[in-house]
């Protein structure tokens, strides 16, 4: 029998978010499903087999349904309890409780809060990165690691028409013999809902004097929040020892200052709003990925990567952008930096790109 004993390398992995990470569920919450305490600033999410164990106990049902059904997008728990005179503070219905972080009340309809992107949770309700999120993004900072040190390599893959799964193929292999079978990454340890913080997005445009707050609310696993995985590595099929912690981590902290270089025009410009991605974040944790939705469009591509120069794939990037945006002017505007806005959150009265995180990796 074949000896299997050194056949797996295994390490340990912490995940440290620097700014809250969005990895969604696919669920949006409307008002019907949570209920703001602005007081406490906190979000009590609905627990459905509760409710209706409430509404049925007050014979209370079709009432509820036909509030639904006439209201729509509209509805309110807060206001059908209070229709009801029920205080809702009295009542155990909630499935979890969500920190609001620096969301306030605001009569301004872009600011006020509707409908909440929640976070992905397993079967049991527990939130938790999956793995498919961090293998992902190793892989895409391979990609662009393999890209930077063979420039002439893959310069043919640069044209109007980039086929990113040829470039994949021809770097990690076909599908029947891809290189990245032989490594595995855990989904993390599920973690608790307080550990969980609820974030409205902001779009910051280059032209502009301030990011604009968009309508749109996120469930982020916090800040400062680690989480545990674990990453194997088959040996056998690890060819030509393709993978090593040393070239992976290489390959995450080079794509995070691509990004940065690509963001240049953003650092100069805005430095007055918080911090950009940067090579020091904090004084012990260095930024090496950025990870999740919402973290924009330099963390999932490889286009400045691929490009002969950074002018030229800004030339690339506005006519791509202006033929898929028609409305946004991309041609026109952006001139420094492709696309030409950034993908922000408050965070305690400074604006931060979100899904800055830290990986470390340690032997078993």
Same mark, same amino acid.
């Given at each position: 029998?074949?000896?299997?004993?050194?056949?797996? +390398?295994?390490?340990?992995?912490?995940?440290?978010?620097?700014?809250?990470?969005?990895?969604?569920?696919?669920?949006?919450?409307?008002?019907?499903?949570?209920?703001?305490? @602005?007081?406490?600033?906190?979000? /009590?999410?609905?627990?459905?087999?509760?409710?209706?164990?409430?509404? @049925?106990?007050?014979?209370?049902?079709?009432?509820?349904?036909?509030?639904?059904? /006439?209201?729509?997008?509209?509805?309110?728990?807060?206001?059908?309890?209070?229709?009801?005179?029920?205080?809702?503070?009295?009542?155990?219905?909630?499935?979890?409780?969500?920190?609001?972080?620096?969301?306030?009340?605001?009569?301004?309809?872009?600011?006020?809060?509707?409908?909440?992107?929640?976070?992905?949770?397993?079967?049991?309700?527990?939130?938790?990165?999956?793995?498919?999120?961090?293998?992902?993004?190793?892989?895409?900072?391979?990609?662009?690691?393999?890209?930077?040190?063979?420039?002439?390599?893959?310069?043919?893959?640069?044209?109007?028409? %980039?086929?990113?799964?040829?470039?994949?193929?021809?770097?990690?292999?076909?599908?029947? /013999?891809?290189?990245?079978?032989?490594?595995?990454?855990?989904? +993390?340890?599920?973690?608790?809902?307080?550990?969980? %913080?609820?974030?409205?997005?902001?779009?910051?445009?280059?032209?502009?004097?301030?990011?604009?707050?968009?309508?749109?609310?996120?469930?982020?696993?916090?800040?400062?929040?680690?989480?545990?995985? +674990?990453?194997?590595?088959?040996?056998?099929? /690890?060819?030509?020892?393709?993978?090593?912690?040393?070239?992976?981590?290489?390959?995450?902290?080079?794509?995070?200052?691509?990004?940065?270089?690509?963001?240049?025009?953003?650092?100069?410009?805005?430095?007055?709003?918080?911090?950009?991605?940067?090579?020091?974040?904090?004084?012990?944790?260095?930024?090496?990925?950025?990870?999740?939705?919402?973290?924009?469009?330099? +963390?999932?591509?490889?286009?400045?990567?691929?490009?002969?120069?950074?002018?030229?794939?800004?030339?690339?990037?506005?006519?791509?952008?202006?033929?898929?945006?028609?409305?946004?002017?991309?041609?026109?505007?952006?001139?420094?930096?492709?696309?030409?806005?950034?993908?922000?959150?408050?965070?305690?009265?400074?604006?931060?790109?979100?899904?800055?995180?830290?990986?470390?990796?340690?032997?078993?």
């Amino acid at each position: 029998m074949k000896e299997i004993k050194n056949q797996y +390398s295994k390490y340990k992995l912490t995940l440290t978010p620097l700014t809250p990470i969005f990895i969604g569920s696919g669920e949006t919450l409307n008002k019907t499903k949570y209920y703001y305490d @602005s007081l406490k600033g906190i979000i /009590n999410v609905v627990d459905e087999k509760k409710l209706i164990n409430f509404l @049925s106990r007050y014979n209370l049902i079709d009432n509820f349904s036909e509030y639904l059904l /006439n209201k729509g997008n509209w509805g309110n728990l807060p206001n059908w309890f209070g229709e009801k005179r029920i205080n809702i503070n009295t009542v155990n219905i909630w499935k979890y409780q969500l920190k609001t972080g620096t969301l306030k009340d605001n009569k301004d309809p872009k600011k006020q809060l509707n409908e909440i992107k929640t976070f992905i949770k397993g079967a049991n309700g527990l939130p938790y990165i999956p793995s498919s999120s961090l293998k992902g993004a190793i892989r895409t900072a391979l990609l662009a690691y393999e890209i930077l040190n063979n420039k002439s390599k893959y310069s043919t893959f640069f044209n109007r028409d %980039i086929k990113i799964e040829k470039i994949e193929e021809e770097v990690f292999g076909t599908i029947s /013999n891809n290189i990245f079978r032989a490594l595995r990454i855990s989904d +993390s340890k599920e973690f608790g809902g307080e550990n969980l %913080i609820l974030v409205q997005r902001y779009d910051y445009s280059i032209h502009k004097k301030a990011p604009k707050p968009m309508p749109m609310f996120l469930e982020c696993l916090n800040a400062f929040k680690p989480v545990e995985m +674990s990453l194997i590595i088959d040996e056998e099929q /690890n060819k030509n020892k393709y993978f090593t912690m040393e070239k992976i981590e290489k390959a995450l902290k080079l794509f995070v200052e691509v990004q940065a270089q690509a963001m240049e025009a953003f650092r100069k410009n805005i430095s007055e709003f918080g911090y950009m991605i940067d090579d020091e974040y904090d004084e012990k944790l260095d930024c090496n990925m950025c990870l999740g939705g919402a973290s924009g469009f330099w +963390s999932k591509s490889i286009v400045y990567a691929l490009a002969p120069d950074k002018q030229t794939a800004l030339n690339a990037l506005r006519e791509f952008f202006d033929k898929k945006f028609k409305n946004h002017q991309h041609l026109l505007l952006d001139k420094q930096v492709s696309p030409h806005a950034l993908k922000m959150i408050n965070d305690n009265g400074e604006y931060v790109p979100i899904g800055l995180c830290n990986l470390k990796i340690e032997n078993k």
